[in-house]
């Protein structure tokens, strides 16, 4: 064993870089499909993508070998279905550790451990032995050195907390205050982060109006759309921000505080049945782009400004075996074979036009069964009012085509989605167009989006080219590292 003294030092370190670091977007890898990729073409994936942190729902020993020696960070989980055997012994819960933790760390970047899955929402029978289990995998930790480096949490579902807005006013369950007070003193006592499945597509959908689409998309809100907390005065530009100081308040009426949040689901899905029209891979695209955006570019919340979220977005694929309607199959960025339902951007895009807009690979083009009538419609809307260039469609330009007005119509609509989507922008157009993975461009004629296309991003990259923030650090990450250093060096002078 270490020295204590050492042992604090080594909790700092950990603590305050991977407080400079700032927040980080991960992905959930769910299993729950008839086709699952094997482990080394899911870490294959993930490497194309440079995705460095994940998250999985068990502790699948192929993924964890897979995953040794790449330097992403993984949180792996305890089933629900494991959660009695842990939650009722101690010498079990070692073993877990001893067989899915220790065995695979330091090779492969084991972080945290999420202990069930909104337990007390879906299986809340098992409550009572939440926490123990909780407190015997930590117990194991420390007795194998590794509670510095493994933190424990457990994700919970937002129905536990029954009103979330306004969030001043939020709190949990009162049913569970017991349980939850054991819970976030548990956290506090092991710095560890509070665990929450954000999902605004649900509250959006449940909520029959009441909030409009561009508060559940971070889009922006008409004047007289404005969300405001009576009791704060805080103006919420995105239902996200919303739920994540609902969780903060919910703490704060327990008398706790100081309790990071991890965002451990946030996605959108990309299809739904008949009655499901708001899951569509536009409004997918949109909300997972621009959670993205919110995340890396460091913002906080209205009550929490200065610290921002780290979250994982749900999915990496679509898994066709989960219960429910058709949205629930179909979270996904891929489908099992690998193949991208849509481009995700990561990291700042430098402007706001065709030519940096980052969504390589995705085009908003005309529906060829729609009327003609309604087509030149909206062609006329994109060129004239939607400021759409729409120059190489004129006479004697690349993409002229005199008799076909779909491929027109496409090239307007496709100009002007990818100037725009950034700021709300969205691929409709009267029911008249759609989006498509499969690239418009032919000849010299180069659809935005295209990767023969001058789109360029400044900062950024994007899915099918990289997964994750690259790039110089900024000034302002440069200046954070110089800051904490300095703490730092104070603490060691303090310690000895």
Same mark, same amino acid.
């Given at each position: ?46 490497? *194309? ?182 009791? *704060?005065?805080?103006?919420? *530009? ?10 903060? @308040? ?91 339902? @849509? ?65 027109? *119509? ?87």
């Amino acid at each position: 064993m270490l020295p204590r003294k050492w042992e604090k030092i080594i909790f700092l370190l950990i603590f305050i870089f991977s407080s400079a670091s700032g927040a980080f977007i991960g992905i959930n890898i769910g299993t729950q499909m008839s086709s699952l990729p094997s482990a080394a073409e899911i870490v294959s994936i993930l490497k *194309t993508q440079r995705i460095k942190h994940v998250r999985l729902f068990d502790a699948d020993h192929q993924m964890l070998n897979a995953l040794a020696n790449t330097g992403i960070e993984v949180l792996v989980g305890v089933p629900n279905d494991q959660l009695l055997r842990i939650g009722e012994s101690q010498s079990e819960a070692a073993a877990w550790i001893n067989k899915n933790v220790a065995a695979f760390v330091p090779a492969t970047n084991i972080t945290y451990i999420a202990v069930g899955n909104e337990v007390l929402t879906t299986i809340p029978n098992a409550a009572l032995v939440l926490i123990p289990a909780m407190q015997f995998l930590h117990s194991a930790l420390l007795a194998a050195n590794l509670n510095f480096q493994v933190k424990v949490s457990s994700p919970q579902s937002m129905d536990m907390i029954p009103k979330h807005f306004p969030p001043s006013t939020a709190s949990f369950n009162s049913s569970w205050n017991s349980i939850m007070n054991q819970y976030l003193q548990f956290l506090k006592n092991t710095g560890s982060s509070f665990m929450l499945n954000a999902q605004p597509y649900y509250v959006y959908t449940k909520g029959q109006g009441i909030f409009p689409l561009e508060y559940a998309l971070f889009q922006p809100l008409k004047p007289n759309n404005q969300i405001v907390d009576p009791n *704060t005065n805080f103006h919420y *530009t995105s239902m996200f921000d919303a739920m994540i100081d609902a969780a903060y @308040y919910s703490m704060r009426s327990l008398n706790f505080s100081g309790i990071p949040v991890i965002v451990t689901e946030s996605g959108w899905p990309s299809l739904g049945g008949a009655n499901e029209s708001d899951a569509s891979i536009d409004n997918a695209l949109t909300y997972n782009s621009n959670l993205i955006h919110h995340v890396l570019n460091g913002s906080g919340t209205p009550s929490q400004p200065t610290i921002s979220v780290s979250t994982y977005v749900l999915e990496l694929f679509n898994e066709d075996l989960r219960p429910g309607p058709v949205s629930e199959k179909n979270w996904g960025i891929y489908v099992p074979n690998g193949t991208a339902l @849509y481009s995700l951007t990561f990291g700042r895009i430098a402007e706001s036009n065709a030519d940096s807009t980052g969504l390589v690979g995705v085009f908003c083009v005309a529906n060829s069964s729609v009327d003609s009538n309604a087509l030149k419609k909206g062609l006329d809307w994109a060129c004239g009012p939607g400021s759409a260039n729409c120059t190489a469609i004129q006479p004697g330009q690349a993409c002229y085509e005199a008799d076909n007005l779909v491929a027109l *119509t496409s090239y307007a609509f496709n100009d002007y989605y990818h100037r725009t989507q950034a700021t709300g922008g969205t691929c409709n157009f009267g029911n008249t167009a759609m989006i498509t993975t499969t690239d418009p461009s032919h000849g010299s004629c180069i659809f935005s989006g295209s990767s023969g296309s001058s789109t360029s991003t400044t900062g950024s990259t994007t899915i099918g080219s990289a997964f994750g923030p690259v790039g110089a650090v900024s000034e302002a990450s440069n200046l954070q590292v110089i800051s904490f250093a300095f703490i730092v060096a104070s603490m060691l002078l303090l310690l000895f």
